[in-house]
C-alpha cells in the first residue's frame, strides 16, 4: 500500500494519541537491534560455510545520526566479512562526505558492496557520483553489476543491481560472465523486484530493504509500505530465486519515528545446504 503524506500524518496522530510520542521520536527511532540469521545455501562452497554478511540499508544520512553511529558500533564489534549497503543511505547530495564517512567505517574485513535505491535517485545523486563516493570510502559500488569474491579457489558472486522503484534493474547486464553454478547473493533495494529474479543452479540470498518494515506500526491500521514493496514487509520469504531477507532498516523516512518496528542491523552466517 502507498504511503502518502496524508496516511503518514495519520499514523503520527495515532502514534501521539496513544501517548507514545516521546518514545517513538527520541529512544525507539534511535534503537538498532542485531539479528543474527542462519541461511542454508545450496551450492555454497565449503569455503564460504560460516562467512558473516552484515546488510545495511536504509540509513537515509545526513538525519538518523544516533542510528546510524550505532550500526558501525555494532560493526565494529561483530567484525563481518563482507557488508552490504543496499540502498537508501543517502536522502541529500549536499551530505555526500557524510556518506563517505559512514561508508568508510562501515565496512567487511573482507568486501563492502553498495547499490543505488530510490532515495540516492530522488536526490540525484548520479551513478557516477555514488561509484566516486564510495570507492574513496573502500567499498565497492555495483549497478547492474556483480563482483566475484574468491577463497581457496572458490567463488561466490555478489550481484547488485539499480533500484526498482527509480532506476532500471537489469539483470542479464548484472549476471553476465556469472557461472550459473556460482552461488550468488543479490542486492535489490526495493522487495517488490525479488520474484522477477531468475532461477539458477542454486538457490540464492536476496537481500532488500526499502520497506523499514512499516516502520509506524499501529493496533488496527495496516502497515505502512511504499511503492515497490510488493507483498513483502519484513524478514525471511522464499521467492524463485531463493530466499529473500527483507530488513526493517537502520534509519527512518517521512516522520523520523518508530513504533513497534525498531530498526535493524541483519548479520547473516552463510552455511552449505
Request: charged letters at 20%; proline letters at 7%; hydrophobic letters at 45%.
Amino acid at each position: 500500500m502507498p504511503m502518502s503524506r496524508r496516511r503518514w500524518l495519520a499514523l503520527a496522530a495515532g502514534v501521539a494519541g496513544t501517548g507514545l510520542a516521546i518514545e517513538a521520536f527520541g529512544p525507539w527511532a534511535r534503537d538498532v537491534r542485531l539479528a543474527r540469521p542462519e541461511v542454508r545455501l545450496p551450492g555454497l562452497p565449503e569455503a564460504f560455510d560460516g562467512l558473516r554478511v552484515a546488510q545495511v540499508t536504509d540509513v537515509h544520512l545526513p538525519a538518523n545520526r544516533a542510528a546510524a553511529a550505532r550500526a558501525v558500533e555494532m560493526l565494529a564489534a561483530e567484525r563481518p566479512d563482507v557488508v552490504l549497503h543496499t540502498g537508501d543511505l543517502l536522502e541529500d547530495t549536499d551530505s555526500v562526505d557524510v556518506l563517505g564517512a559512514f561508508a568508510r567505517q562501515a565496512r567487511g574485513s573482507l568486501a563492502t558492496f553498495a547499490v543505488m535505491g530510490n532515495w540516492e535517485w530522488w536526490a540525484r545523486l548520479r551513478p557516477e557520483a555514488a561509484r566516486e563516493a564510495y570507492a574513496e570510502a573502500g567499498v565497492q559500488f555495483l549497478i547492474n553489476e556483480h563482483a566475484v569474491v574468491e577463497r581457496d579457489g572458490a567463488r561466490l558472486a555478489f550481484i547488485g543491481l539499480d533500484d526498482a522503484v527509480r532506476g532500471r534493474p537489469d539483470v542479464a547486464r548484472a549476471t553476465a560472465g556469472v557461472a550459473l553454478g556460482d552461488a550468488r547473493v543479490w542486492m535489490a533495494h526495493a522487495p517488490g523486484f525479488a520474484p522477477l529474479l531468475p532461477r539458477a543452479a542454486h538457490p540464492a540470498l536476496v537481500l532488500s530493504g526499502h520497506t523499514h518494515g512499516g516502520q509506524i506500526l499501529l493496533p488496527f491500521l495496516p502497515a505502512p509500505t511504499p511503492r515497490g514493496s510488493g507483498r513483502f514487509l519484513s524478514g525471511s520469504y522464499e521467492v524463485p530465486a531463493g530466499q529473500l531477507y527483507v530488513s526493517r532498516g537502520v534509519g527512518t523516512s517521512g516522520l523520523r519515528a518508530r513504533v513497534n518496528c525498531p530498526a535493524e542491523l541483519p548479520i547473516f552466517t552463510l552455511r552449505r545446504g
